[in-house]
């Protein structure tokens, strides 16, 4: 018999992971990465009562009010620590704040999402692997490796060698973390990208400022060569 998974409790951090079937490109172009960031934050409201399909139909004075009426923190059924959008899969470190708010936000989130894909390519069925996987981070030290380690993720469409502890290029590698929109990495230099899409307080007192975060994250990619880190947290990736 499959194992039954532990119920979300509010509060608690869990790492969500979730990629397409048969690799499918998904996130092919700003536009697609661009309607996946505004299902993310339209699905995170307790509000998002209608389908985003419906509101984006609307006139824009009224999806304006729409707007306005969910996007109050106060409303939120989940947060958004940190995340990285691949091509064909995501990555997204989260924190109930509602009873089943995690799994009330993904179900409308991935189904939301593969409904405007499925209707642009005029293809029917799931788009994604079955239910998104997760995993509770329960040690302090794995929570402090994670979000560097999702931030990170980007450098497989580079230098996916940085997996096996072969960087060839470390200046390459960040400029290019620099410059890729589809990930919370550069709001968390301090770089306005999606700033609404996260809540990072939490994280930044753990890494300190802007700058900090930066230094650090640089001194975790340069120490992956001499350590084990990245072998420390391969319970915790989902991507086995």
Known sequence: MPTRLEPFVNANIYHIFNKTIDQKRVFQSDKYSQEFYQRLIYYRSTNSTRSYSDIDKLNKETQEIINQDIFIE??????VLSYSFMPNHYHMLLSPLTKNGIPLFMKKFNGGYAKYFNERYNRTGALFEGKYKRIIIKNEAHFIHIPYYIHLNPLDLITPEWREKKLHDFNKAIKFLESYRWSSH??????????????????????????????KIEEWLEDLYLTQKLDSVRDYVLER
């Open 74 to 79: 106060k409303d939120y059924q989940i947060k």
């Open 186 to 215: 550069m709001d968390y230099l301090g770089v306005k990208n999606f700033p609404s899409v996260t809540q990072r307080e939490f994280l930044f007192d753990i890494f300190g400022s802007n700058k900090q975060y930066g230094q």
